[in-house]
Nanobody
C-alpha cells in the first residue's frame, strides 16, 4: 500500500534551518504532485509549498524566499528546506501526494513531523 513517511522535524532556534524529507513507497512517485502542509495548534491545515510532477513549484506567501521544495524521483522523496525559521513556523508538517484522475483524484497523507521554532 502507499506510504508517506516524513522525517527531519525537531526543535530549532529562530533564524535556524531544518530540512524535512518525505519518502514515498507503494506508488509511482513521478506521477504525483507533492505538497507540504502544516497545522499549528488551534488552526486549520494550510498549504506551505507544492511541486508538480513537472517540477513546477508554488509557495505560501509567508514562506517565499525562506523555504524551498524539491523532489528526487530516483529516491521517491520530496524535501522541504526551511531557512530563517520563525516562531510562527511552528506546526506539524504533513506531506501529501496528489494525482488527478479522469473522475476524482488520489490523495495520500503522511503521519506528520513536528517542527518547533523557539529560543
Amino acid at each position: 500500500q502507499v506510504q508517506l513517511v516524513e522525517s527531519g522535524g525537531g526543535l530549532v532556534q529562530p533564524g535556524g534551518s531544518l530540512r524535512l524529507s518525505c519518502a514515498a513507497s507503494g506508488m509511482i512517485f513521478s506521477w504525483y504532485a507533492m505538497t507540504w502542509y502544516r497545522q499549528a495548534p488551534g488552526k486549520q491545515r494550510e498549504l506551505v509549498a507544492g511541486i508538480s510532477s513537472g517540477d513546477m513549484t508554488n509557495y505560501q506567501d509567508s514562506v517565499k524566499g525562506r523555504f524551498t521544495i524539491s523532489r528526487d524521483n530516483a529516491w521517491n522523496t520530496v524535501y522541504l528546506q526551511m531557512n530563517s525559521l520563525k516562531p510562527e513556523d511552528t506546526a506539524v508538517y504533513y506531506c501529501n501526494a496528489h494525482r488527478p484522475l479522469t473522475t476524482g483524484a488520489l490523495d495520500y497523507w503522511g503521519q506528520g513531523t513536528q517542527v518547533t521554532v523557539s529560543s
